[in-house]
Structures are given as structure tokens and as C-alpha cells.
């Protein structure tokens, strides 16, 4: 059993930054693939980024390639999403998650979700 936490989020102008963390209770974190999700108001839940268990794999959608940058620390048991260049249309409520298998880019290869972060861009 994985519970995840995370923590981040806010207000913030179009070209600014913002840094997601996710916080993992349980020892097993590391066995886990972890991803970032996000759902916008009347949008279904879309695929972010994912890491694999080591840190050594990782995966982000075409919209966020080269903004975003996900990262890992077993140590901490946290997850990371790093969004540099943020633009109104990332506008969601944020949600890690965690699965064994991955870093897979369908929410159906992971589960445990997070309660969720509201991130919003103000242009």
C-alpha cells in the first residue's frame, strides 16, 4: 500500500515555474514507476510524465517535452515535476501516481493516485 501526497502548486504567470512534489508513504516506494497526471475543468485526466523505478527511464506527453522535467529521489521517497515555461493551457489539477509497472503513459498501469494539486497559469 502506497499513499501519495502532493504539494506545489499555486498561482503563477504565463513563463513562470513552478516545482510539484509527490510524497510517498511506505517502503516500497522504490519498486515503484511513478507519473504525473493532470485533469482540466471538462477534460478528462491526461498523461504528464512518468519515471521508472531507478530514475534511469522516463516518459512526458509532446506538450510538455523540453518544459518539464520529472525526477526522482528514493531516498526522500518523493517524485518531482519540475515545469519551467508554463503556459495557460497547463492549467489542471495535478496528480501523482504510483504503479509496478511503467514508466507507462495510461493511467490504467498505475495504482495509487494522489488527492491532487491545483496548479493554475495566469496569462
Known amino acids: 500500500q502506497v499513499q501519495l501526497v502532493e504539494s506545489g502548486g499555486g498561482l503563477v504567470q504565463a513563463g513562470g515555474s513552478l516545482r510539484l512534489s509527490c510524497a510517498a508513504s511506505?517502503?516500497?516506494?522504490?519498486?515503484?514507476?511513478m507519473g504525473w497526471f493532470r485533469q482540466a475543468p471538462g477534460k478528462e485526466r491526461e498523461f504528464v510524465s512518468a519515471?521508472?523505478?531507478?530514475?534511469?527511464?522516463?516518459n512526458y506527453a509532446d506538450s510538455v517535452k523540453g518544459r518539464f522535467t520529472i525526477s526522482r529521489d528514493n531516498a526522500r521517497n518523493t517524485v518531482y515535476l519540475q515545469m519551467n515555461s508554463l503556459k495557460p493551457e497547463d492549467t489542471a489539477v495535478y496528480y501523482c501516481?504510483?504503479?509496478?509497472?511503467?514508466?507507462?503513459?495510461?493511467?490504467?498501469?498505475?495504482?495509487?493516485w494522489g488527492q491532487g494539486t491545483q496548479v493554475t497559469v495566469s496569462s
Open positions: 511506505g517502503r516500497t516506494f522504490v519498486r515503484y514507476a
Open positions: 519515471i521508472s523505478w531507478s530514475g534511469g527511464n522516463t
Open positions: 501516481a504510483a504503479g509496478f509497472r511503467g514508466p507507462g503513459v495510461s493511467s490504467k498501469e498505475y495504482d495509487y
